[in-house]
């Protein structure tokens, strides 16, 4: 089945993995991977990027083979894809840290690979807790395998920063209330405090904002989910349920964006990059939308009840990023390319969305006329096998009828 949605933006399997290019491309262009497809592009392929954003994408139908193996009931077969798998992702990492590009400043290659690996931990550990708990060791070894390695791309792609000689003011306590930051504990980073390591050295939000202490910007080591998210997407499997709580994700990020943006700036605050990582939020969490809906798609999950809440609530958020997009203001520039992103990446989103619904909408309609049908036909056999049972009953009652022995017969 060809699937319609095209991972396409900032930032990109769920279990689906990304034309003639590696990496993004359009939706229409986009046919689910092969093995045998990809094994030809590796080998014909020069390009060492190129090379690993192919092997990252083999890596991820091995994992997707590893998790049908298991769906069949093979346990050994699964264990052994993902093992295949966990190759694949060491040897793209590999590959590209052959190359001697500076992740942070030519992220392509490195990006995928960051969120391949972030989307595949997860999928891992859903694998994980499905397996029993004496048999799950191969897929728990691979996962924490899989965790470390994402750990080392993320410190190549955002690397500690030399803190700054300049000397800039902390921000003084109750800050962020004062300047209507959410709950979340997200705070403008000062200039020149290294709020880049932060990055990779924090797996949950925090907020430090005291008179001696500068505020920083923390952000989740593996997503850019917070906690609380990442459990309501665990605790939800309904295929439609949870593009509504991605959908919710991606609206408040931007609601922040927007709210920010509107606020007096502070120059002793770098607001472009608090704008352009709240940006850049907004992809990734799109981008994971993206990989869910492609992954239910290959498994025909019904997400028609979610594509229709995305179709609805999606032109709206476009019409916020359009809206941005033709009022700039000071520091436009420090988000110019993200902001474009996340309008591509969303109108990609809602183009897939369209097809994905259209697609579901015939395939479950023909499901439920197959359904009607068999109930139609079950009901129909029910009736005529009442009938056939009524008519026995009577039938019997004759025979006994007749069969029973009169008082003259006795005579």
Known sequence: MVSPLRVQGAAALFLIVFSSV????????????????????????QNPVKKAKFEVRLGRVK?????????????????????????????????????????????????????????????????????PYNDRGPVTEVAHEVDKLHGEVLAALFPPEAPSRSKKRSAPSGVTRLLGFPAFGIAVPPRGH???????????????????????????????????EDDKLREEQDPAK????????????????????????DPNYD??????????EYIAVDD?????????????????????????????????????????DAFAHD????????????????????KALADQEKKFGELKREAKADARAAKEREKEEKKRTKEEKKLRKREQKRGNPTESDDD
């Open 271 to 280: 607001t472009g990059e608090y704008l352009d990582r709240l940006l850049g």
């Open 63 to 131: 994992l997707t083979q590893a998790i049908a193996a298991y769906d069949k009931g093979d346990l050994d077969r699964c264990n052994a894809l993902a093992a295949a798998y966990l190759v694949e992702m060491k040897g793209a990492w590999q590959r590209l840290m052959g190359t001697g590009r500076s992740a942070e400043k030519k992220p392509e290659g490195f990006r995928e690979l960051d969120i391949a690996l972030r989307e595949d931990a997860r999928a891992l550990d859903d694998l994980a807790h499905r397996i």
């Open 288 to 328: 994971e939308l993206k990989d869910w809906i492609e992954y239910q798609y290959g498994r025909t999950g019904d997400m028609r009840a979610g594509l229709h809440a995305l179709l609805e609530r999606g032109p709206r958020q476009l019409e916020q990023l359009r809206q941005v997009q033709e009022s700039p």
């Open 22 to 45: 590696p990496g993004p491309a359009p939706l229409a262009a986009r046919h689910p991977d092969t093995e045998e497809d990809l094994q030809a592009r590796i080998e014909r392929e």
């Open 335 to 354: 988000y110019a390319s993200s902001l474009r992103d996340a309008i591509d990446d969303l109108t990609d989103t809602l183009d897939g969305a369209s």
């Open 242 to 265: 949870r593009i509504e709580l991605y959908l919710a994700f991606a609206q408040d990020r931007l609601d922040r964006f927007v709210n920010f943006r509107s606020k007096p700036a």
């Open 194 to 228: 290294g709020t880049i390591s932060a990055l990779a050295e924090s797996r949950s939000l925090s907020l430090v904002a005291t008179e001696a202490t500068p505020v920083a910007f923390l952000q989740t080591k593996k997503s850019v989910l917070t906690n609380d």
